[in-house]
């Protein structure tokens, strides 16, 4: 029987290309589980507080800027727009985000978007020793210590979600 073979996506190869030491987990993705970050560490056996989403956001310039937040928490857009630097801040329309980013909805990753956004990861990342965020593919995640964001994408640790 053939070995099967293991999925490389290019935010894995960002990881590999930077010597960043992360564990991929794969799951089934078209099961209801998966449609929430507590499903989600429930499918990979991981803590929910662990799993973490990534959002992109657009300003009234069209400038996008990432957010990196809980899979249970909510941007507060205020705060996010406040930390960014930028009088507001909006969801990111769902028909753009393939041609932004190079991903997909439910397979958007921090890391190797077709270019390098301001990032935000929420300081809930700060509460936990990894977090886990999309390997670039639906299906797919990355366990990462939540420094490498800031030392590999520049991000920067802030209070962006709603109470």
Do not use: W
Request: proline share 2%; net charge positive.
């Amino acid at each position: 029987m053939a070995k099967k073979k293991e999925i490389k996506t290019n935010a894995m190869r960002f990881l590999d290309d930077n010597k960043v030491e992360y564990k991929h987990y794969e799951f089934d993705a078209t099961s209801e589980e998966a449609r929430t970050g507590v499903g989600v560490a429930n499918l990979i056996g991981k803590d929910f507080n662990q799993v973490f989403k990534t959002i992109l956001t657009v300003d009234d310039k069209k400038n996008c800027y990432v957010a990196v937040v809980m899979s249970d928490d909510n941007i507060d857009f205020k705060k996010l727009a406040k930390v960014a630097g930028v009088k507001s801040l909006s969801m990111l329309p769902l028909k753009d985000l393939t041609a932004t980013t190079g991903y997909v909805k439910g397979g958007c990753s921090p890391f190797a978007m077709k270019k390098l956004f301001p990032t935000f990861v929420d300081k809930k990342c700060e509460l936990v020793e990894t977090i886990i965020v999309s390997a670039g593919k639906v299906g797919h995640q990355v366990e990462i210590n939540p420094t490498v964001l800031v030392e590999k994408i520049s991000a920067k640790i802030e209070d962006i979600v709603k109470e």
